[in-house]
């Protein structure tokens, strides 16, 4: 206790600077949480926290809904992808830009990857919806090639892999900037000793590289499982419809539905305290395998 008064004493102005972000949490994040009882309540906005009380009501109904369930593996599936191929991709930049030697051709490289991640999907869904339509320019490139046309926004089967490819498209620059500073770290007497025994890009790349690399991969994959329910609602949301529910549909959309557009707020709560503990569980789960895969801890 001495010990933390003689710290406190100081270090007391940056305790002071996290006051104001301390107090924006606890308006913003925990006083909400009193809410989470509507998830328990037959919840009428006109009688407020004193409406009936149901228990677990709700989240009966909500786990006899097939949409839930199937909403459940829309959000698992879209997630995943979106994060395994998102690495993948940015490994794989990453690796390329690391090759150029003309460092001004590579922060222009570096530039324009980076650059998407920067806007918002209301901008990229207003592009994007122009883009893929049924006379947007990749179906006239594909039918310039003898192709027939794609309906990407709204095919059920097509739906899914265009979120996730504009996805990677979109944030894939980030991960790269990520992988670029991990590959700096890496001795280059190493890459010289394999060029002494004979070893060829490829094969540097193979034994020297992606093994250096590989810690930082596993720790970006694990802290991404905490997030893995989070399938994107801002992009979902501005670029689906009716006609795309039964592939595209995630939580967060299926959430809003529910409590915003039909006005049924005690399911829509139990929707949202459901996601939130799968969250929790997963994230802690994440920050567990984090110290024990890539001896990575924050706590």
């Known amino acids: 206790?001495?010990?933390?008064?003689?710290?406190?004493?100081?270090?007391?102005?940056?305790?002071?600077?996290?006051l104001p972000g301390i107090l924006v949490i606890f308006i913003f994040s925990y006083i909400p949480l009193y809410g989470l009882v509507i998830a328990f309540e037959d919840y009428n906005p006109g009688r407020g926290f004193s409406s009936p009380w149901v228990g677990l009501k709700n989240f009966q109904f909500l786990f006899s809904?097939?949409?839930?369930?199937?909403?459940?593996?829309?959000?698992?599936?879209?997630?995943?992808?979106?994060?395994?191929?998102?690495?993948s991709v940015s490994v794989l930049f990453a690796l390329l830009l690391n090759e150029i030697g003309n460092k001004i051709l590579k922060r222009i490289f570096q530039t324009l990857i980076y650059i998407p991640n920067f806007l918002s999907w209301v901008i990229l869904a207003g592009i994007l919806t122009d883009l893929l339509a049924a006379d947007g320019l990749v179906n006239q490139t594909l039918q310039a090639f003898g192709l027939n046309p794609v309906n990407f926004l709204g095919s059920p089967s097509v739906f899914p892999w265009t979120m996730i490819i504009s996805?990677?498209?979109?944030?894939?620059?980030?991960?790269?900037?990520?992988?670029?500073?991990?590959?700096?770290?890496i001795d280059p007497e190493l890459y010289e000793a394999a060029r002494i025994d004979g070893g060829g890009k490829l094969a540097q790349t193979r034994f020297i590289t992606l093994p250096m690399l590989a810690p930082t991969i596993v720790l970006m994959l694990v802290l991404s499982l905490g997030s893995v329910l989070n399938a994107g609602f801002d992009q979902i949301y501005n670029l689906y419809a009716p006609v795309v529910y039964d592939t595209g549909d995630i939580i967060d959309t299926y959430v809003y539905r529910l409590g915003i557009t039909q006005a049924q707020y005690s399911v829509g709560t139990a929707v949202g305290l459901f996601k939130s503990v799968i969250s929790m569980i997963l994230v802690v789960a994440s920050y567990k395998l984090a110290d024990k895969l890539a001896n990575y801890r924050i706590f």
């Open 167 to 185: 996805d990677i498209w979109k944030g894939f620059g980030f991960g790269t900037v990520v992988y670029l500073a991990a590959l700096t770290s």
């Open 65 to 87: 809904q097939p949409n839930f369930v199937r909403t459940i593996w829309n959000s698992l599936y879209i997630a995943v992808f979106k994060m395994l191929g998102g690495i």
């Open 1 to 18: 206790m001495k010990n933390m008064k003689k710290r406190f004493k100081r270090e007391w102005q940056m305790h002071l600077m996290l």
